[in-house]
């Protein structure tokens, strides 16, 4: 168990750009979720899976973004047309049962700069 | 909508002191709480969380808080700092449908030797 994967670990691109992101999480954990961290503030939730099914999208989520889990294994987050406001870091966390009280493990992030 | 308010957004304290960071939920039901830490440019990792039980919670580091429904509160304490404990501290609260976290807006911990 090498715990939740994210990769990049830092990514930066041009504006009008496509961007991808890459979780692996644990290998029994069900339940997948992407996370926004702007700086000074705490991570904004962006969406999440069971399994391969998309559950919730924030209103966070434009159009420019899309999420995707096939086969209920890695996920993928990819940016359309980045914006300067969508530099940020990106955090992925998994759990496992059907409760948070199993506890959350977060990735170490993916931190996007949009220039 | 359940809310996580996290009061001072830095403290500073002595190495050896105690260190209290101060954290108020709102939730319509009985909540999960979380602590989490975050060193810079790291992901963030649990300290301790509350689910049911006992009301005083021990995590990792020494870092203990005490769940007060009266006073919808979730306090992080530490009896006595160390250096390596400056990071940016986190308290989150679980949302009862989905799981996902909602976290404060954070405090940065700074220790001074």
């Known amino acids: 168990d090498t715990g939740v994967s994210q990769n990049p670990r830092h990514k930066i691109t041009k504006r009008g750009q496509n961007v991808t992101f890459r979780c692996d999480p644990i290998?029994?954990?069900?339940?997948l979720y992407w996370y926004r961290q702007t700086l000074g503030q705490g991570p904004e939730f962006l969406t999440y899976?069971?399994?391969?099914?998309?559950?919730?999208k924030s209103r966070l989520l434009s159009d420019r973004f899309s999420a995707e889990r096939p086969k209920g294994s890695f996920s993928t987050l990819e940016i359309q047309r980045t914006e300067q406001g969508d530099s940020a870091m990106y955090l992925c966390?998994?759990?496992?049962?059907?409760?948070?009280?199993?506890?959350?493990?977060f990735g170490s992030g993916t931190r996007l700069t949009v220039v | 909508a359940q809310s996580v308010t996290q009061l001072g957004s830095h403290v500073s304290v002595s190495e050896g002191a105690l260190v209290l960071l101060r954290c108020n939920y709102s939730?319509?039901?009985?909540?999960?709480l979380f602590w989490y830490v975050q060193y810079p440019n790291q992901g963030l990792q649990l300290l301790l969380k509350?689910?049911?039980?006992?009301?005083l919670v021990k995590g990792i580091n020494g870092f203990e808080a005490e769940f007060k429904k009266s006073e919808t509160s979730f306090h992080l304490t530490k009896p006595s700092a160390h250096m390596s404990d400056a990071a940016e501290y986190f308290c989150?609260?679980?949302?009862?449908?989905?799981?996902?976290?909602?976290f404060g807006t954070g405090t940065r911990l700074q220790v001074f030797p």
């Open positions: 966390a998994s759990i496992s049962g059907t409760t948070i009280s199993y506890g959350y493990t």
């Open positions: 290998s029994e954990h069900n339940r």
């Open positions: 899976f069971q399994n391969e099914a998309q559950l919730e």
């Open positions: 939730s319509s039901v009985p909540p999960y």
């Open positions: 509350y689910t049911t039980g006992a009301t």
């Open positions: 989150a609260v679980s949302d009862e449908a989905t799981d996902k976290l909602i």
